[in-house]
């Protein structure tokens, strides 16, 4: 259908708007049919959390997402695992393995100076794109405004591609409060001074994605979303949902 005047989406190889879903184990067969109706809307994804060291037939995933033009990649804590274990050469080597060319460097769970991240994407981003997290999966960490910051702008500057704000895949940390409330001061101090077009928000719920929806239009740039929420997520960035409904083209 084409006869509403709504929001003008961006289509294609994305660089905003970007939709980047997380997996969490889903089958293949379930993630095929998902696909074939909604890959359109999907830009990235995120094998979440260590899952890709344990999927089977993870290699025909991968495939699978490149097939519908997806960009997959592995979660944070799995690139913290090995480096927690000194395993970064054989991680990288792995990545190489499955042909993945995006890397996410992330900080949730361990206390990774930032000086060690920055090097690290100034070592990788000549083979890979780098995706840079900031922010703690630890809810009772308060990182002061200033932090997030000069690590979302230093990070850039070394050669991240994009940096996508902590959030969890329940919505309870990082630029959330522990109940789930968004921390809306947080977020725009840090838009105040960066390229929003270079953050990913990592919103799991609906109620987060209306948020950065209604606050930097249609085209934001959203992560850790459900498979099951992406056309949903779609309606909403197109003004067709009632928190979104007087958003128009």
Not at 120 to 145: Q, R, T, W, Y
Not at 182 to 198: A, P, R, T
Request: glycine residues 8%.
């Amino acid at each position: 259908m084409n006869f509403l005047s709504i929001p003008k989406r961006k289509t294609g190889n994305r660089v905003c708007g970007i939709t980047s879903v997380i997996d969490l184990g889903i089958p293949l067969g379930v993630l095929q049919s998902i696909l074939e109706d909604y890959s359109p809307y999907i830009d990235f994804a995120k094998i979440g959390i260590g899952t890709a060291y344990v999927t089977p037939r993870l290699q025909e995933k991968i495939n699978l997402y490149k097939a519908y033009h997806v960009k997959p990649f592995f979660g944070g804590t799995f690139f913290e695992k090995c480096y927690h274990q000194n395993k970064l050469r054989e991680y990288v080597q792995t990545l190489n393995e499955f042909e993945i060319e995006w890397i996410e460097i992330s900080t949730g769970t361990l206390d990774i100076p930032l000086e060690e991240r920055l090097q690290l994407i100034s070592m990788l981003k000549s083979d890979f794109h780098c995706l840079a997290e900031v922010g703690s999966k630890d809810n009772s960490f308060d990182m002061p405004v200033d932090d997030w910051k000069q690590e979302i702008k230093l990070l850039l500057e070394a050669g991240s591609t994009y940096c996508i704000t902590e959030g969890r895949d329940s919505g309870t940390s990082g630029i959330y409060e522990k109940n789930g409330e968004i921390k809306s001061n947080l977020i725009h101090e840090l838009i105040k001074d960066i390229d929003v077009n270079k953050i990913i928000f990592e919103a799991p719920t609906p109620r987060h994605h209306m948020f950065f929806i209604n606050e930097f239009g249609a085209n934001v740039n959203l992560g850790n979303i459900k498979l099951t929420d992406v056309l949903a997520l779609e309606a909403e960035r197109c003004g067709l949902r009632s928190e979104t409904f007087f958003m128009e083209g």
